[in-house]
């Protein structure tokens, strides 16, 4: 069926260059309220962490190269102001509550959302755009979120809470600490922060990947990476004989508010049931857009 010309319109990339020289485009959701999306390059990287790497857990091995395509991601997780306006389109599979955050603000980052909700998200933005929005998978999540790093975190080798919002404090009782490697401890917010606060963004132009909110990524959680796809595509699980799948798990990736620096690390994982959504203030997630891009 040839599209109208508003869908026309609507399926151009009008793109935009960062202060840095990155990539992005604008996504008009109404009533003055965009979305960034900024143009990831395809390459290959190492995925994982190396068992040297403080914090790491046998989750994160084998590291193992993966080969991404070029896609684009949004420059920050979705916010308060966002969510509200695509919650408001046409349901497509499931209904969406209008404002879930515990931590109010338009421009923090949503929270409080499962992960069928995140997927039902991007079915409507897709309907709305004509263009194929989708949660990232797990490679496609670091492969961002490191952009071109090998270090734990995509500024270096530690973390600060100048940087990033989780939990920098020490315990006094000697259970954990705040600070990582030879960096120092801070502070505990308590609670999510407006997106891009830190003015920290990595090689991509990307906010906030380290901290503030865990990020729903599309693939079923497995306990390490035997076996794992090479090619940057999410590792799903197929249904078993009976239709049902018995991995009712599913991946989130960067640290929240509340995790401590070691979970907040580029090769951290985290794993939670995908219809739960009542963590305050603990789980968002950013979306990608898989229409190709050349540069």
Not at 94 to 118: C, I, M, N, Q, T
Not at 178 to 187: A, F, H, K, L, T
Not at 254 to 263: A, D, Q, V
Request: proline fraction near 5%; charged fraction near 25%.
């Amino acid at each position: 069926m040839a599209q109208t010309s508003k869908e026309q319109q609507q399926s151009k990339l009008n793109i935009k260059r960062h202060r840095r020289q990155i990539q992005y485009f604008a996504e008009d959701l109404g009533n003055g309220i965009t979305l960034d999306m900024v143009a990831i390059p395809g390459g290959t990287f190492l995925m994982g962490s190396p068992e040297t790497e403080e914090g790491h857990t046998d989750s994160e091995s084998p590291q193992h190269q993966v080969t991404v395509k070029s896609f684009f991601i949004g420059k920050y997780p979705v916010t308060q102001a966002q969510w509200q306006a695509v919650a408001a389109l046409t349901q497509v599979n499931r209904e969406l509550e209008p404002d879930p955050s515990h931590f109010k603000g338009e421009d923090r980052p949503v929270e409080g959302v499962s992960w069928y909700d995140a997927v039902e998200f991007c079915a409507r933005l897709s309907e709305y755009t004509k263009r194929p929005y989708r949660l990232p998978s797990e490679a496609e999540w670091e492969y961002a979120c490191r952009a071109g790093t090998s270090t734990p975190f995509h500024f270096g080798e530690t973390i600060t809470t100048e940087f990033a919002n989780y939990n920098g404090t020490d315990d006094q009782k000697g259970r954990w600490k705040g600070s990582y490697g030879n960096g120092p401890s801070g502070i505990y917010r308590r609670e999510t922060t407006p997106v891009g606060s830190f003015g920290v963004a990595n090689d991509f132009g990307l906010y906030d990947m380290h901290g503030n909110v865990w990020e729903w990524c599309a693939d079923h959680w497995h306990d390490n990476y035997e076996d794992a796809p090479t090619d940057g595509t999410a590792w799903q699980d197929e249904p078993d004989s009976n239709n049902e799948n018995d991995n009712k798990y599913r991946l989130w990736r960067g640290g929240s508010c509340y995790t401590l620096p070691k979970n907040c690390r580029s090769g951290s994982r985290g794993v939670f049931n995908p219809g739960l959504r009542h963590l305050v203030g603990n789980i968002g997630f950013r979306v990608v857009c898989a229409q190709e891009w050349t540069q």
